[in-house]
């Protein structure tokens, strides 16, 4: 047997430690379906991962990252093995993804202009600029009405 044949393999802990991903999440997406099953060790029956297998859990870690859902990324991955002709999901599936994710930046924003609001107004109140403090908090209660709406969506 050559050298080039010889694969590597890897335990769950080994798995998890080089994608990032908890042992419990391999087994999970793995009981839900977002992987297919993993070889069994044939004498331990222990999960036996493969550079395939950590390169498959390593997109799916990115996905995860992303705030992908589960569905999501059990769909995205199975269109993967469609090729080409999966090309117009995986890109409608990303730009869903893409717009949560620009809709999250948008209210992580308010919520960063509200605490620097909130800041500036203790600011002005310590100064004793009571007419500064009242801006202030005028123009938080204005941005606190913009947080709600976003958190209705």
């Known amino acids: 047997m050559s050298a080039t044949s010889i694969q590597h393999t890897y ?72 090729g080409p002709a999966a090309a117009p999901e995986q890109i409608e599936l990303l730009e869903a993804q893409q717009a949560h994710l620009a809709a999250e930046a948008k209210a992580i924003a308010l919520r960063e202009r509200y605490v620097a609001l909130k800041i500036g107004y203790w600011q002005a109140v310590q100064a004793g600029d009571g007419a500064r403090a009242e801006q202030l908090s005028d123009e938080a209660r204005t941005l606190a009405d913009e947080l709600k709406k976003t958190r209705k969506q």
């Not at 798995?15 to 044939?42: C, H, Q």
């Not at 799916?60 to 992303?66: F, K, N």
């Open 11 to 82: 335990s769950i802990k080994e798995a998890s430690a080089l994608t990032g991903l908890p042992a419990s999440t391999l087994r999970y997406y793995e009981s839900i379906g977002v992987i297919t099953p993993i070889r069994r060790g044939a004498s331990s029956k222990h999960r036996v991962y493969t550079n395939e297998d950590l390169d498959l859990l390593t997109w799916v870690s990115c996905l995860s990252a992303t705030g992908m859902s589960v569905a999501d990324m059990r769909r995205y991955l199975a269109n993967g093995a469609l």
